[in-house]
């Protein structure tokens, strides 16, 4: 099973999910090809009702802990209750440029 499948293994077994992604941005890296180190993360989810972004994003990082104490050097996390994300146009905001790898190359 690659790394991905297994974040979105975790994810979906840990929250109850409207909707998820996510988003190998290994290749915006100095990596080599096929590398899976660097992931963006969207949740949509009842579970982050009343909840402080800490709140969230430290629950992200217990249910992926295996993964990110191993392979996933990076993990952008984008949380958002229904509402939100619909107030937000279903749409969030883009990773910054890595400066040290390959994000000058076309993609």
Aim: proline share 4%; hydrophobic share 35%; with cysteine.
């Amino acid at each position: 099973m690659s790394v991905k499948q297994e974040i979105e293994t975790k994810l979906v077994k840990s929250f109850n999910l409207d909707y998820f992604e996510v988003v190998n941005e290994s290749r915006f890296h100095n990596v080599p090809e096929d590398s899976e180190t660097h992931f963006k993360v969207v949740l949509i989810s009842p579970q982050f009702e009343g909840l402080r972004l800490i709140a969230r994003h430290r629950a992200v990082n217990k249910a992926l802990a295996d993964e990110l104490n191993g392979q996933v050097h990076a993990l952008a996390i984008h949380t958002y209750t229904a509402e939100e994300w619909l107030s937000k146009n279903q749409k969030f905001p883009d990773s910054p440029v890595c400066l040290g790898g390959k994000a000058s190359e076309s993609t």
